[in-house]
């Protein structure tokens, strides 16, 4: 089991969305440190990277990230640290073990070699000194390279971690039919309708699942995360707000929108 260093260098109130899916997530370094306090929105990581990327310290709805100051996000590997707050350590590597399915089909589709792992480790989720339960997801470092891909990583852990995805339906076979799992289960599951809408989109996410070569190039993320992080990238960067974006969101979306196209146009 691996000791993750916890993060207290500085308390942050966030202004955080409710989600019954209560999984929290934290960046971790080489040192196996926390990069920053837990969170429970997923965006908040692709703000991180994006700070990071371009040195530059980041500061929305109360959460900070300061690169000369925190520990340093891991560029060499997927490296994240995600917790339940109900559940113990068994439960939570249940849970986890059936979303780390769902990763290796979407990693197997994209030809991500290096495949997902998860490993025990123990934290703090608090100034307590009792150590909390985690599991560490070590996995290619080709899923930082656009804010995109980072969220559809912590979308198929929370998807993955689902009770009907758990109960149901272990092992699925493809991407497509974990599609049809989707659409058949997720309607009465909160937070189910976004889910639904991205499977009403397949062929768009079949697509940007398939364009690989340049979204994983070095290149990419100084393209796709912008210098500037403000509202609208955080509020607009995720898989989520590029599938079901349709010509009527807000301006911020449609340039984060356009802003993926004019790099992968072979999405259009």
């Known amino acids: 089991m691996i000791n993750i260093k916890y993060f207290n260098q500085e308390e942050m109130d966030l202004a955080e969305i409710y989600s019954s899916n209560q999984w929290r997530f934290a960046w971790v370094s080489r ?3 926390m990069c ?3 969170v429970f929105c997923k965006d908040f990581l692709q703000d991180a990277v ?3 990327l371009h040195n530059k310290a980041v500061f929305i709805w109360g959460f900070k990230y300061k690169p000369n100051k925190y520990p340093p996000i891991d560029f060499s590997k997927m490296s994240l640290l ?3 707050d109900k559940m113990d350590l068994k439960e939570q590597e249940k849970a986890l073990n059936t979303a780390l399915g769902v990763i290796h ?5 994209m030809g991500i070699k290096k495949k997902t792992v998860i490993v025990p480790a123990q934290t703090k989720v608090d100034e307590s000194h009792i150590p909390q339960p985690a599991f560490l997801f070590r996995g290619s470092k080709l899923w930082l390279r656009g804010p995109q891909l980072i969220s559809l990583y912590t979308m ?9 995805n758990r109960s149901n339906n272990q092992n699925h076979s493809s991407v497509e039919e974990f599609f049809q799992f989707v659409k058949q289960k997720c309607s009465n599951i909160k937070g189910g309708i976004k889910w639904l809408e991205l499977v009403e989109n397949k062929s768009l996410f079949i697509s940007f699942l398939k364009n690989r070569r340049k979204l994983f190039s070095k290149d990419a993320p100084m393209v796709l995360f912008p210098s500037e992080i403000n509202k609208t990238f955080h509020d607009n960067s995720g ?3 590029f599938i079901v974006w349709k010509g009527n969101g807000e301006k911020g979306a449609k340039y984060l929108y356009n802003q993926l196209l004019s790099y992968l146009p072979e999405l259009n």
Not at 105 to 109: A, C, I, P, T
Not at 156 to 163: C, K, M, S
């Open 31 to 33: 040192k196996n440190e």
């Open 36 to 38: 920053h306090p837990w």
């Open 50 to 52: 994006a700070s990071k």
């Open 82 to 84: 995600v917790s339940h």
């Open 105 to 109: 089909l979407f990693e197997e589709k």
């Open 156 to 164: 198929l852990i929370r998807v993955g971690t689902t009770p009907g």
């Open 239 to 241: 898989i989520f707000s």
